[in-house]
């Protein structure tokens, strides 16, 4: 009876040691898979680089025929000879906000634009095309398609 008991009695410290063995190595790895993710986590912030790129090629899609500058309170070429079908962009170089308006009709325009800002507009129908800038109507250009 006592060697059973023994054995039973070595079987329960074997079970337990192998348990509280067995727990502790788990629990160490518990504890060290979390730091592993958690360490993975700022990783997805270099995603934030690869989406600059793409900010960054918006203006690269612009593409014109020609190129009128805005400085100093004045479109710059003044006048400006195309062909139907080629494309015409104005940037505004100024800090002041310009806009290009058509004197009759609609076909130009542009919201104000600021430093920096771009209008692109493609001329489809021959014509002369006089505008001017609403807040500063001194401002003034004429496109002639030809
Ligand atoms: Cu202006």
Not at 6 to 13: D, H, P, R, S, V
């Amino acid at each position: 009876m006592r060697k059973e008991v023994w054995f039973a009695f070595g079987m329960l410290i074997l079970l337990v040691a192998v348990g509280v063995i067995f727990n502790g190595f788990q629990t160490g790895n518990v504890i060290s898979e979390p730091i592993t993710p958690t360490g993975e986590l700022p990783v997805p912030a270099t995603e934030i680089p690869i989406d600059s790129p793409g900010e960054l090629a918006k203006p690269k899609e612009i593409t014109s025929d020609y190129e009128i500058k805005i400085i100093n309170f004045a479109y710059s070429p003044v006048d400006l000879e195309i062909n139907v079908g080629d494309t015409v962009s104005w940037e505004n170089r100024d800090t002041i906000a310009h806009t290009i308006t058509s004197e009759e009709g609609s076909e130009l325009n542009s919201r104000l634009l600021g430093k920096g800002e771009k209008y692109i507009h493609t001329f489809n129908t021959r014509g002369t095309y006089d505008y001017y800038c609403k807040p500063h109507p001194y401002m003034k250009g004429s496109i002639i398609v030809k």
